[in-house]
């Protein structure tokens, strides 16, 4: 199966574009920042004809309540999707890459027991 | 030189002229956000309509904060001043006498009246009262993206089809006189300019604002007359207005000494 | 080397091929979710557009019962609070019109549908306003019933609505808070004004107990089976009662219903039989304001198609 890869194309220009428009509406997508320092998430889209007026609607949608640090602003078109399950949740183990992975609990209840022994 | 305290006792007639001042700030910032708050709903687009309603609430927030300061000098309440005056009472310019009109028609009263308000904030900010200079810092922060929001209409306007532009043009050519009573002489001009409490008088205000909006509206409306504001332009009312302050009396004016 | 602790197990859930219903029911059925892209059957698709449509027609609708207030409000807090609500409302309609519209049916024609009464928007917003107590009413009683639903549905299969209704909550639970404070403000007030709220909730109490609709059988609710929605029309009309009843009562208001009594055995409220027919003589559009917000909405729109076009030149954007 060949991987999946996306840009946000398809969705991003609204249907039933007018032939005679040279101007259409656009999805825009929004990530915003709680706090200071914390991660960019996304929290939504806004649909607007142009670069000014989107960040006048992501900030109403994402920010009017003064609930967001930062907002990102991004053309749908410009987000790339990835969601094969082949690349993202490949079925081999691959447990020596997480912490999970390292379960040394009899280990080590059998090392302590053997240095316990010795020390008497 | 003038110190910004409000500690400076004022003599009466410093005070009267204060009071009317703080009075047709915070009376153009509660009539126009109560006209623009109308569009709650059924602005063109869902997502403006977000935007418009928003700028409405600040406008409104702004006179709530304005009636604040000035119920503390008059040792009166916010409310009651909002809500409890007579027609004639109302001490707005009488470009926000009309309905809101058409999209046009309120984006263009929208862009002339934020262009006059920055003008009077950036004064005021210098008021030697400083619970007044305080609050116009903070409301010319805020003011910053109505701004933005007024030209990004005014553009889409004014540069679209020629019917739009007509249409827009219309609009601020029918606005036009009226706008110029956001610089109306105040009775108590030379009391608040005497005492700092205004730094420019409102014809140096009034001068500065044209200065800086004819530039602008010149290539989509042509050259607008020479208008000077008028000792009526705060006191004049119309039916428009009546009708408002109909609405807006309805509930709080039912029943006397009620809690809402 | 003791390596058995170590393997994590696969995930179970089923994963399903494009095309292959089945295995999609089997996933939406069993917790799975859904995004915008993925392949999905065109009946659950379907049924999940119509859902959201609806929804997202009822805010927009809901709208206009208390716009004309935000012009009488009677103070400069309520007049605050009340646009910030209703703008709140428009806000609701677009984050759900923008699902809607990723699911494959354009804005305009959303919009269009509504105004031709080819698609329904919930019974509460087809009932006229009469005083500043509606306000109160609504602001708390409707929205409560309403989030009982929202609340459910945070759990939905399609991902899109779900974390949508996350955000919607968030918001009317500040609607519902600012709708208790006006009612208890005029239940502490004058005469006139605690019968001006008995009056209020004698009118509405009808179309709150019919807004979740009629039982359903399970086995028949496919919204249900996959999962859109995640509890049934009953479930959610003995949520509200059960939270809600007890804070009416308390105010010293008369609920307009002598056969509203809990039932300490079943522990369910038993209740007069809402009126199912009119319930759906309403949402088919015949309420006592249906064709004149209708109407309303009609003009509105013709009136501001000339700002559409000029900003987005065509005439099919909204």
């Known amino acids: 199966m060949v991987a999946v890869v996306r840009s946000g194309q398809s969705r991003s220009t609204l249907h039933d574009m007018s032939s005679h428009g040279e101007r259409v509406e656009r999805v825009w997508e929004v990530f915003r920042q709680e706090d200071e320092g914390d991660p960019m998430i996304h929290s939504g889209n806004v649909n607007a004809p142009d670069e000014e007026l989107a960040i006048h609607y992501a900030r109403e949608f994402y920010g009017r309540r003064g609930e967001s640090h930062r907002l990102w602003i991004v053309p749908r078109e410009s987000v790339l999707e990835l969601d094969d399950p082949d690349l993202l949740k490949p079925p081999l183990d691959r447990s020596h890459k997480k912490p999970g992975g390292y379960i040394i609990k009899h280990k080590l209840e059998a090392a302590k027991a053997r240095a316990g022994e010795g020390s008497t | ?260 | 080397m003791d390596d058995a602790d170590t393997i994590q197990p696969l995930n179970s859930r089923p994963r399903y091929a494009p095309g292959d219903s089945d295995a999609f029911y089997a996933h939406v059925g069993s917790g799975g979710k859904v995004e915008a892209d993925d392949w999905m059957p065109d009946e659950y698709r379907a049924a999940v557009l119509k859902f959201v449509e609806m929804h997202a027609n009822s805010e927009l609708m809901g709208v206009l019962p208390e716009r004309d207030w935000i012009m009488r409000a009677p103070n400069l807090r309520r007049k605050l609070a009340l646009t910030s609500k209703i703008q709140d409302e428009v806000g609701h309609a677009q984050l759900l019109y923008r699902v809607a519209e990723d699911l494959g049916k354009p804005r305009v024609q959303m919009l269009q549908d509504l105004l031709d009464g080819k698609t329904k928007f919930h019974n509460v917003f087809h009932y006229p306003t009469k005083s500043w107590a509606d306000v109160g009413i609504i602001a708390w009683l409707v929205d409560a019933a309403a989030i009982v639903s929202q609340q459910a549905l945070r759990d939905s299969s399609y991902a899109p609505y779900a974390r949508t209704m996350k955000k919607i909550c968030w918001e009317e639970s500040v609607h519902i808070m600012h709708g208790r404070d006006v009612v208890l403000t005029l239940m502490n007030g004058t005469a006139i004004q605690r019968a001006m709220v008995q009056e209020a909730l004698d009118r509405w109490w009808g179309p709150l107990m019919q807004m979740h609709g009629p039982p359903t059988d399970p086995a028949k609710d496919k919204d249900l089976h996959w999962g859109i929605k995640a509890k049934n029309n009953e479930q959610l009309r003995q949520e509200f009662l059960s939270i809600y009843v007890p804070r009416i009562r308390e105010l010293g208001l008369t609920i307009p219903d002598a056969a509203l009594a809990h039932d300490d055995v079943s522990g369910r409220w038993q209740y007069t039989e809402p009126d199912w027919a009119e319930l759906k003589s309403v949402v088919t559009g015949h309420g006592p304001a249906s064709q004149e917000r209708l109407d309303f909405r009609r003009d509105n729109f013709a009136e501001t198609q000339w700002v559409r076009d000029a900003l987005l030149g065509t005439a099919t954007a909204a």
Do not use: C
């Not at chain 2, 706008?179 to 001068?207: I, N, T, W």
């Not at chain 2, 509206?217 to 504001?229: E, H, K, M, S």
């Open chain 2, 1 to 260: 030189m003038t110190v910004a305290t409000d500690e400076i006792p004022l003599d009466q007639p410093a005070r009267d002229a204060l009071a009317e001042l703080l009075l047709t700030v915070a009376d153009d910032e509660f009539v126009i956000g109560f006209w623009d708050s109308e569009w709650t709903g059924i602005a063109p687009m869902l997502e403006e309509d977000v935007a418009t309603s928003s700028i409405a609430q600040d406008e409104i927030g702004h006179a709530r904060a304005l009636y604040e300061v000035l119920a503390t000098l008059t040792d009166d309440d916010a409310d009651r001043i909002a809500f409890g005056r007579d027609m004639d009472g109302y001490r707005h310019a009488a470009m926000l006498n009309h309905a809101r009109g058409d999209w046009a028609f309120s984006v263009a009263r929208r862009w002339l009246y934020e262009t006059a308000d920055a003008v009077r904030l950036t004064a005021l900010a210098r008021s030697t009262h400083e619970p007044l200079a305080q609050l116009a810092g903070k409301m010319r922060r805020e003011e910053t993206y109505h701004r933005m929001h007024a030209d990004a209409w005014l553009r889409r306007l004014a540069d679209g089809p020629p019917d739009v532009q007509a249409r827009f043009a219309e609009s601020l050519a029918a606005l036009w006189p009226d706008a110029q009573e956001v610089f109306a002489p105040l009775a108590g001009d030379e009391e608040l300019q005497r005492h700092g409490l205004l730094p420019e008088p409102m014809r140096a205000l009034h001068a500065t604002w044209q200065a800086e909006v004819r530039p602008v509206l010149a290539p989509i409306v042509g050259d607008l007359p020479t208008i000077a504001p008028t000792t009526d332009g705060r006191t004049r009312r119309t039916g428009d207005f009546r009708w408002l302050h109909g609405q807006f009396t309805l509930v709080s004016g039912s029943e006397v000494g009620a809690t809402w």
